[in-house]
């Protein structure tokens, strides 16, 4: 395709070679030869085509698209949109809020029924969240559309562990655009940005009991290598958060009772001091952490290596919880003395 001459391309894009790919693409089962036609086939055509072709095979996508009932329709569109922007961004940048509100509201809409039926169409939501994210990118679109993020907090805990990785990689994207210490904006052209933790209470805590419950699901994509970098880094940012600002915590004016899933203590209300709500909140969390850690080594080395980012990133912040992170570390030195003594016995 890089080679054909670019009249040839124009002439032929849209009747002789748009379609057929696509078909190839939705129906092809071998992956190398998927990432070949996707890059090699219609990424090039992407590239090439005047701004005029490229906007009749965008109507398209978008037709396909809005086809409500039409579900293996839409998810080759929210496949097409992703490869649209990783090869025509400048193409994608004129039209992105309507793109983005589009996402927002396929993505609301995925999520009414994530409790009751999460496994759906798992693809849809996945291409629909991994356009999303190389959209929000480039652009940032509306920020303050709070449902959009509630549903991308609901994500994270999808059933299938493909979606709940994209999820959390957006939800770590929009994170690390703010500083956890004063939550403004780092690039100075955002700086009228606001970071949802902001107006969603609780959402704090969602965060980190969503990751906490992902580490503690029976699932090996989850707990490897690229989730297991993700969630160190976005609860360092998370603990940071808490630290410095607590009523973050809250929701509907009330703490959260952070006793509700793993301890049977009363945290109380609002009434309670900004200290004892800040060491409430992060001791929350790392005893979570440490209860996941006492289970198989996946867990355990998924927990710390959390562990580790937490003394990199936000050394001050733990160190009255030393004991709590060291605890788990003790039991495994423990358990595996344990081990050799039984070895050499038998």
Not at 129 to 141: A, C, D, P, R, T
Not at 265 to 289: A, D, F
Request: net charge neutral.
């Amino acid at each position: 395709m890089q080679t054909f001459p670019l009249p040839l391309i124009e002439e032929y894009a849209q009747g002789v070679c748009f379609l057929p790919l696509v078909l190839r693409l939705v129906n092809e089962e071998s992956t190398t030869c998927r990432r070949m036609i996707a890059n090699d086939c219609l990424g090039v055509i992407f590239q090439r085509v005047s701004v005029q072709k490229m906007a009749i095979l965008w109507d398209y996508s978008q037709k396909w698209f809005s086809y409500g009932n039409e579900l293996p329709l839409r998810r080759t569109a929210a496949q097409l949109f992703g490869l649209v922007i990783d090869h025509r961004p400048n193409f994608v940048r004129d039209r992105a809020n309507d793109l983005f509100n589009s996402f927002a509201s396929t993505i609301n809409n995925l999520n009414k029924d994530i409790g009751s039926n999460g496994d759906a169409d798992w693809e849809f939501s996945y291409f629909c969240l991994v356009s999303f994210e190389k959209l929000y990118k480039i652009y940032q679109g509306n920020e303050h559309n709070v449902s959009v993020w509630k549903s991308m907090l609901k994500s994270v805990i999808h059933s299938h562990p493909w979606v709940s990785l994209v999820a959390s990689r957006i939800i770590y994207l929009h994170l690390s655009m703010f500083r956890p210490i004063d939550l403004i904006a780092r690039a100075q052209e955002r700086k009228k940005s606001s970071c949802f933790v902001t107006v969603i209470p609780g959402s704090l805590y969602e965060i980190a009991r969503n990751i906490c419950y992902l580490f503690n699901a029976s699932n090996d994509i989850i707990l490897k290598q690229e989730f297991v970098a993700l969630a160190a880094k976005a609860l360092s940012w998370v603990l940071e958060a808490m630290y410095y600002h607590s009523n973050l915590c809250f929701k509907d004016s009330t703490i959260i009772n952070f006793g509700e899933e793993d301890e049977q203590e009363n945290y109380g209300t609002s009434t309670v001091s900004t200290n004892k709500i800040k060491n409430r909140s992060i001791h929350w969390v790392l005893v979570r952490l440490s209860g996941i850690a006492g289970k198989e080594n996946s867990r355990r080395e998924a927990v710390f290596k959390c562990f580790a980012a937490f003394a990199q990133n936000c050394n001050d912040i733990i160190s009255p919880y030393l004991r709590i992170i060291l605890e788990p570390v003790n039991r495994c030195m423990l358990d595996d003395e344990h081990k050799q003594k039984q070895q050499t016995i038998h």
